[in-house]
RNA sequence: CGGGCCGUAGUAUACCGGUAGUACGCAUGGUUUGGGACCAUGUAGACCGAGUUCGAUUCUCGGCGGCCCGACCA
């Protein structure tokens, strides 16, 4: 893409209203903009970071066996009712809406629905339709779609927001072992995706509270000042502990030790649970087992937040100049900056090279402006593409390309003939 | 939801109970051109409402909005 036809610009200063470092950065460089407080659109360069994040963990949801769907947003009122989540009292941040053709003036008959905050009820509804036989499981179903949770309070930029993408994975099984070699399956599927995004060795499975669902869950935490969470890490044994269930009980189940473990900050970036039978006996979703009687699945969630994870990365491998994106989430895998200031033989390189990059598949932000060259490397550094592929009469006369590279700032320069043939590797 | 801080051009910031200044941006012209250049000219601003006052952007109250700490996080 021709970065002169790019309608975002990026801005010197961040703006007063943000102190996170995802949100400064991200909006800095064209990324992202804020429209309240919680609530942040993707702009063109922003988007394509987040599709391929979503690129990356559908590739790995497709790996273990999901299969991708897309669910509404709005929700019956009456699905939530039957498992008691529906009541304020009891889940605080819902979005609820009036449907307008059943409303009445005096509220008597108006019709209630629900903005999708997860969508455990819906699909446990909507499967049992699918899987009236042991012979059916187990399944895997899962999608990125929009959340709504009214948080009383939003923070830290796109890390917690109250409208938000989020994969969220459902597993149904016959019973619990089943689930539980499915369970282990998709936590490698995790280590996989957070690998894949540059976070692997920052990122810990950590031993978790189940919230209202079971008792346990796992929690994948990547160490960072910026989190919430406070974990401690067995880094021997490569997992750790969520602060909130610490106790020598745990310690002594999961066979650790209290001395071999180091506190950290952390941001949960997944968190994989077991459902149990809780919805599905509940929203009486039943199967017929082997023997022909009628059985409950068990069943496990998966959930990962695409843009959390966009700005735990920018947290995490950012620098005083700028983002530094890991080649499998960058906007472009490759920065083509052209130095020409009105030298058309240089125009005319740059322009081959970026036809010659589009035609072998490489993608390219081409920066084109007729701009100075500090500006350019600012901005360059700043959006944080991995690699950079300088151009201008010194190269030209040089028969080579100058190829930095974002995150150590090494450059070096590659022979024309050879420069496409370096960058696939 | 409790507590705190804060709302001034597009952005970031000053000052002031009496004419709102600077930088960046943007526009035009010129000089420049490998790390956010320079000169000239221009452009554009006090969140909303009430009160106090001769006069409020400034003080007081309310609303709205934003950020931070805590609580919450299915």
């Not at 810990?204 to 079971?214: D, I």
């Not at 269930?245 to 994989?272: F, H, M, P, Q, Y």
């Not at 023997?291 to 620098?319: C, F, H, K, Q, W």
Request: hydrophobic letters at 35%; charged letters at 30%.
């Amino acid at each position: 893409m021709r970065q002169s036809t790019l309608f975002t610009k990026t801005r010197r200063e961040a703006p007063k209203d943000e102190v996170a470092k995802n949100a400064q950065l991200l909006i800095r460089a064209g990324y992202i903009h804020k429209e309240m407080a919680g609530v942040y659109d993707f702009l063109p360069l922003g988007l394509r970071t987040l599709n391929k994040i979503i690129g990356v963990i559908r590739e790995e949801m497709n790996a273990i066996g999901g299969q991708e769907i897309l669910m509404s947003s709005l929700q019956r009122k009456e699905l939530w009712e039957t498992t008691d989540r529906w009541d304020d009292s009891k889940i605080d941040n819902w979005f609820k809406v009036d449907l307008k053709h059943d409303s009445e003036p005096d509220g008597s008959r108006s019709k209630e629905v629900g903005l999708a905050f997860t969508h455990e009820e819906p699909i446990t509804n909507m499967m049992e339709q699918f899987i009236p036989s042991y012979k059916d499981l187990p399944k895997y179903v899962y999608q990125f779609q929009t959340k709504f949770r009214n948080e009383k309070r939003a923070k830290s930029g796109i890390m917690r927001t109250r409208e938000f993408i989020m994969k969220d994975m459902y597993s149904f099984s016959r019973d619990e072992e089943q689930f539980r070699e499915f369970y282990e399956q998709c936590a490698k599927a995790y280590q996989k995706i957070f690998s894949r995004v540059g976070l692997g060795d920052k990122t810990f499975r950590t031993f978790a509270s189940g919230g209202v669902f079971s008792k346990f869950s796992d929690e994948f935490q990547t160490v960072c000042d910026a989190g919430e969470d406070t974990i401690y890490i067995d880094r021997k044994k490569n997992i750790a502990v969520n602060k909130e269930v610490c106790t020598d009980e745990v310690l002594a189940d999961l066979g650790l030790s209290r001395k071999d473990l180091e506190e950290a900050k952390a941001i949960e970036v997944g968190n994989i649970f077991p459902l149990s039978t809780r919805f599905s006996k509940t929203l009486l979703n039943r199967f017929k087992d082997e023997a022909g009687s009628e059985a409950n699945p068990y069943m496990g969630s998966y959930g990962i937040g695409p843009a959390r994870l966009m700005g735990t990365i920018v947290e995490v491998l950012s620098d005083d100049k700028g983002i530094v994106w890991p080649r499998e989430v960058a906007p472009f895998p490759v920065h083509l900056v052209s130095i020409a200031h009105g030298n058309k033989d240089i125009e005319a390189e740059a322009d081959h090279l970026y036809d010659s990059l589009k035609e072998n598949g490489i993608e390219a932000l081409y920066d084109d402006r007729d701009v100075r060259a500090g500006e350019k490397f600012a901005d360059a550094d700043l959006i944080g593409i991995p690699t950079h592929i300088v151009i201008s009469e010194k190269t030209v006369a040089g028969g080579a390309f100058e190829v930095v590279d974002r995150a150590t700032g090494t450059a070096s320069m590659i022979p024309e003939s050879s420069i496409i043939q370096h960058l696939k590797k």
